[in-house]
């Protein structure tokens, strides 16, 4: 039940959250992505994964939809960076829905785990039934299996987008959600792949 606010000092905001998780405390901190995952990038790989701490790190402003604040808060090497920690655990919802569901997951989960938010709104794909399984992929569209489209996060509604179309032009595919980045839902990738 206790909030601090570190201030524009990530590696600060990353060493204060591996001390309060080293005594048994779960640990949420928020940044911006392009922050939490260079600025504090040490702090994050050697204090939070190697030991294998219960921090939740939300990576708010992926990718390249902040725009106006500059190429310096565009986070678009974050995945790789956490991807290479050891320990660590990479989700991405697609909407406000997801988002949601993988916050509930986020309270329960041990261990380090980095939530990358994006800025923008989007419109809800998922409706109030969808539940959110950690390392599954979700098979959103199913209309053969000419292509399949690996997405994760916002981009999940273009993706939709160009179904329809395929779909228009006689082309089956599969739009496959990646919300759970790593670790990668490879079965499904494999199932995929094979698939004709």
């Not at 504090?40 to 204090?47: K, M, Y």
């Not at 991405?92 to 989960?109: H, K, T």
């Amino acid at each position: 039940g206790r909030e601090f606010t570190i201030g524009i000092a990530e590696q600060n905001l990353i060493a204060t959250a591996a001390g309060l998780a080293s005594c048994n405390n779960k640990v949420f901190t928020s940044t911006f992505a392009v922050f939490a995952s260079m600025r504090a990038c040490e702090q994050v790989r050697s204090l939070i994964c190697y030991p294998r701490l219960n921090v939740t790190i939300l990576g708010t402003h992926t990718g390249l939809q902040v725009g106006g604040d500059g190429a310096t808060h565009a986070a678009i090497e974050d995945v790789s960076i956490m991807r290479a920690f050891p320990n660590m655990t990479i989700i991405q919802p697609a909407d406000a829905i997801a988002a949601r569901q993988m916050v509930s997951v986020a309270f329960d989960f041990d261990g380090p785990l980095y939530v990358r938010l994006h800025r923008n709104p989007v419109d809800d794909i998922y409706d109030k039934n969808y539940t959110f399984k950690l390392g599954k992929a979700n098979i959103v569209v199913d209309t053969g299996d000419d292509l399949t489209l690996i997405v994760s996060g916002i981009l999940l509604s273009k993706a939709l987008q160009a179904s329809k179309v395929l779909k228009e032009k006689n082309i089956g595919v599969k739009v496959l959600d990646m919300s759970t980045i790593k670790p990668l839902d490879k079965d499904a990738v494999i199932k995929c792949a094979t698939a004709a």
